[in-house]
């Protein structure tokens, strides 16, 4: 066989193309009829009369004497301060992250190795414990925050996100532990480390790829909360997501429905690049998480 032999065009490549193509298609329209949206005025880009409008901007021109304005853009980073939820939510999802790895990445290497029959019920425990709805879990600790006058700070919230995420982040690095022999362990320990120093020096450099898939899941889990944050942040405390339904409106306060869509835009954009940088190592460690877990 070349190195170029050729493709072989079969109806079932053909067809696996065309559904790849329509899914490509599904999944990136929505994002990128709103960047596009972001940079029209309300009248255009949720016209009644004819949706071409969003196409054309005949309202953004009648309105700023040009197709594109970025009027959604300064209304919601500088008129309404979106800089402060963005603050906020990466102080949250920084602490979350960090604590849920530590804690995971400790505890996941052993319950892997310790061999007992407790290791198993207690992933069976916060499995059930993950599987819970946020909002029964995050309703439990308000009557104490309340009762100790800590309700609304960060803090408080950065506690409850992280216990809600631990069981998935144990479960998934408890995983690829096991897909690390333990010979390993015992190699390091025999050349003198401690079991400390064995799993430092010698098992989390094999296992970065593993780290960081579980690191972007804590992440995303984090960065996208809405009812953890929405119901334990006071409104100076808010973050992203609990800001950009706030710019919705309510029925007694009308909102700004442009603002809400720029600030869409600003949230998702850095998702795309953290995904798109951390790709390789994404796919490393989810195919070898997956080999045992």
């Keep these: 066989m070349t190195p170029k032999a050729k493709l072989r065009i079969t109806p079932l490549f053909v067809i696996s193309a065309m559904l790849v193509a329509l899914w490509l298609f599904l999944a990136s329209f929505p994002f990128l009829w709103t960047l596009w949206g972001s940079f029209k005025v309300q009248a255009d880009f949720f016209s009644k009369a004819d949706w071409r409008n969003a196409l054309s901007g005949v309202n953004t021109i009648a309105q700023t004497g040009s197709a594109y304005t970025g009027t959604g ?26 604590i849920s790895l530590t804690i995971g990445t400790l505890g996941g290497y052993a319950l892997a190795r310790s061999g007992r029959r407790y290791a198993f019920w207690i992933l069976m425990a916060a499995l059930v414990f993950r599987a819970m709805p946020h909002i029964t879990l995050v309703s439990g600790y308000l009557l104490p925050f309340f009762e100790w006058n800590i309700w609304g700070l960060m803090p408080t919230t950065i506690i409850v996100l992280v216990a809600i995420n631990q069981p998935f982040t144990l479960w998934m690095l408890h995983s690829f532990f096991l897909n690390i022999p333990k010979d390993m362990d015992e190699s ?8 400390f120093q064995a799993f430092w020096h010698v098992i989390i450099p094999v296992m970065w790829p593993g780290v960081i898939t579980t690191g972007l899941f804590s992440f995303l889990l984090a960065y996208n909360d809405f009812a953890v944050t929405s119901m334990l942040l006071s409104q100076e405390n808010e973050t992203m997501i609990p800001a950009i ?15 809400a869509v720029a600030a869409v835009v600003s949230a998702t954009v850095p998702l795309l690049f953290l995904v798109m940088f951390f790709q390789k190592q994404i796919v490393s460690g989810l195919t070898t998480g997956a080999v045992k877990g």
């Design 245 to 259: 339904a706030g710019f919705l409106g309510t029925v007694q306060v009308e909102g700004n429905v442009m603002f």
């Design 188 to 195: 390091a320990m025999v050349d003198g480390c401690t079991r």
């Design 73 to 98: 853009y300064f209304g919601a980073w500088i008129q309404e301060e979106f800089w402060k939820p963005v603050t906020n939510s990466s102080i949250v999802i920084f602490f979350t992250v960090i």
